[in-house]
């Protein structure tokens, strides 16, 4: 569950930087009162921690689930 929510959290950021790079508009803060507000330095810092953990997405060996063909 925390991958799924990190995952999506962490697209979240990559479409912000897109719109920066783009537009040089920035989604999170305009949503929340600008880059100073305590609520968009959440939304960057949730979005921080949440790319460090995708990293550890890379090193994980994935299972392989075989599913019963009938």
Do not use: H, P
């Amino acid at each position: 569950m925390i991958d799924r929510i990190s995952l999506i959290l962490t697209i979240i950021g990559a479409l912000n930087w897109g719109s920066i790079g783009l537009f040089q508009f920035d989604l999170v803060a305009w949503l929340f009162g600008g880059q100073d507000a305590t609520w968009s330095r959440i939304v960057y810092t949730l979005v921080g921690l949440c790319g460090l953990w995708c990293i550890s997405l890379l090193f994980r060996k994935r299972e392989v689930i075989e599913e019963e063909t009938r």
